[in-house]
């Protein structure tokens, strides 16, 4: 079993407050593990208030999602923080942005604004530079979890759950935003796993999850996919058995899309292992809720499939790691080696006695999903075995070949450079 | 001491500790404002307002945050937020988190409808988030010992969606599943769940 957190640590309250529960309050139930019945649809259409929660197993017993701080980090402690991550040999990694609450996906725009969504901060967030000062603007308020965003033609795009907006013209109206044309809506209300992550391919379409509204159980039609919107708002499903996903990326070698996925939790600490996934084929399966990290049937949901007959992925990331946005790293920045290998950034465990992620990882893989290996690029915002000071969620190459990485628990965004 | 006593012990006194971003002192100064209708040590006369002392810091900090977006309405609250910076609200959640909790408020129990509340507590699972003794973990509040009246108010305005939940949290879908004579008995409940 995995070490147990130090006593300084919120994560043992937790445990002690439910042992002590146990010892004090001599309440039978409380003695149990939480169950449940998640094998019918009214499971998900009348979910648990505690969706997220699942049937516990005894060593995650108590465990909760965190909640980051309130008000984003100052520059100071930002800072400060940045000193203990640990990079390879010449690169350095700085404060490029603060002051920018719940930041998720970041687009640029043609003219080198970098647009930035939100998590529950409902806003989408405009970084732009004027004779060298670099400014944060809320140009979007009050959106249902805004987290993705993309930009082509002059037009930013936004996801928020069940709606995919377009706001045209939007580089030259920071300052009073158009009211959006609604490019698709066909989509499932639910917030659970309705966060989106948007990946542009080079004709403007549009992938994007949508999610299963829990942890694990049989998905409600329409959701476990992986979609793709056109620029005339037509969509399809393209690859299914997803459980959810928030980033991806097009590789520039091929033009196919690849996408982390965040595997169930509640089965144990170290299974099953999040993906990194490659579609070849649209309409390729994918295996949730069957089968997890390509060979691992559900106990409660495999359905008598064989794992066997899923795409597996191209890579097993780690147990609880909670792989978000990822991007091939296309710039001339970096050593020649890093071209096209695939960043992805680890937001981090919740469900996991001791914390995993909250770091970056580089995949080096072959086009067709080959010769995958993966290495920690760059770590240190783990701070505790359930402490973090900081949790990326997604990378973006600049024009300069230096990365940017979001930071939704600082409320912040970084530059990681390479110079010889 | 029994270990888990003592490890409960010890994580009970390290939370009373704030993040060191925080400053308690200049918390308090700035708290003046908030004294008049919370209370000089935070612990309210007035029922229909909560008692802040011993609150969980992050709790608090959201709730100023939610309060000078607008996310969460309230006339007077949302004035006084609308002034304050980052760092004087992380000020202002550390201060009231630094003060003694309050004790269960004075009231009449009322037996049957405490019993009723404590079984609506246990079916909504209210304590996977506010902790066996509901004095709450991170941003999840501290439940017990607020006033029924202030406790009724707060889960109808989360069932109405008229205040937001935190993050992943899920009170407006827990609320939202409540009926009247839950609010009502719950309310009860947690003025002294002990």
Known sequence: MAAMPTPQRPGLLATAAIAAGLLFTAAPAMAQLKSYDSSRPSFWQNPPPDWFLGDETEEQKGLAPPVGPATPTPLAELQENLKKIKLPPGFRIEVWAHGIPEARQMAWGDNGTLFVGSFGATNVYAVTERNGQRSVATILKGLNMPTGVAFRDGALYVAAINKILRYDNAERSLENMPQPVTLYDDLPPYVAHGWKYLVMDREGAMYFNVGVPFNIGIPPAGTAHIRRVHTNGLGEQVAMGV????????????????????????????????????????????????????????????????????????????????????????????????????????????????????????????????????????????????????????????RDGSILVADDWAGAIYRISYSR | ??????????????????????????????????????????????????????????????????????????????????????????????????????????????????????????????????????????????????????????????????????????????AGALSEEEIAALAVYLENPD
């Open chain 1, 243 to 398: 459980r959810n996903s928030v980033g991806g990326d097009i590789d520039p070698r091929t033009g196919q899309f690849w996408f982390t996925e965040n595997a169930r939790d509640w089965l144990s600490n170290d299974l099953p292992s999040d993906k990194l996934n490659r579609l070849e084929r649209i309409g390729t399966h994918f295996g949730y809720p069957y089968c997890h990290q390509g060979d691992l049937p559900d106990p409660k949901f495999n359905a008598g499939q064989n794992c066997a007959n899923f795409t597996p992925p191209v890579l097993n990331l780690g147990a609880h790691v909670a792989p978000l946005g990822m991007k091939f790293y296309t710039g001339s920045m970096f050593p020649a080696e890093y071209r096209n290998n695939v960043l992805i950034a680890e937001h981090g465990s919740w469900n996991r006695r001791v914390y995993q992620g909250g770091r970056i990882m580089r995949v080096q893989v072959d086009a067709d999903g080959k010769n995958a290996r993966q290495e920690v690029f760059a770590e240190g915002w783990l701070t505790g075995a359930q402490e973090y000071s900081g949790r990326p969620n997604d990378i973006i190459v600049a």
């Open chain 2, 1 to 174: 001491m029994h270990p888990i006593r003592a490890a409960l012990a010890a994580a009970l006194c390290s939370l009373a500790v704030p993040a060191k971003a925080a400053d308690i002192e200049a918390g308090r100064q700035r708290a003046q404002q908030c004294i008049t209708c919370h209370g000089a040590e935070g612990i309210t006369a007035d029922p229909s307002i909560p008692s802040l002392a011993g609150q969980k810091e992050r709790y608090l900090q959201w709730q100023l945050v939610f309060f000078r977006s607008g996310r969460r309405q309230n006339p007077v609250m949302n004035t006084l937020a609308a002034a304050l910076s980052d760092e004087e609200l992380r000020n202002l959640g550390a201060y009231f988190a630094s003060l003694p909790r309050a004790n269960p408020p004075a009231g009449a129990p009322d037996p049957a409808l405490h019993a009723r509340g404590k079984q609506a507590a246990a079916r909504h699972r209210c304590a996977a988030c506010h902790m066996d003794d509901y004095g709450g973990n991170q941003a999840a509040p501290a439940v017990a010992h607020q006033t029924r009246v202030y406790t009724a108010k707060a889960l109808q305005d989360y069932r109405t969606a008229a205040r937001p939940s935190v993050g992943v949290a899920a009170m407006n879908e827990v």
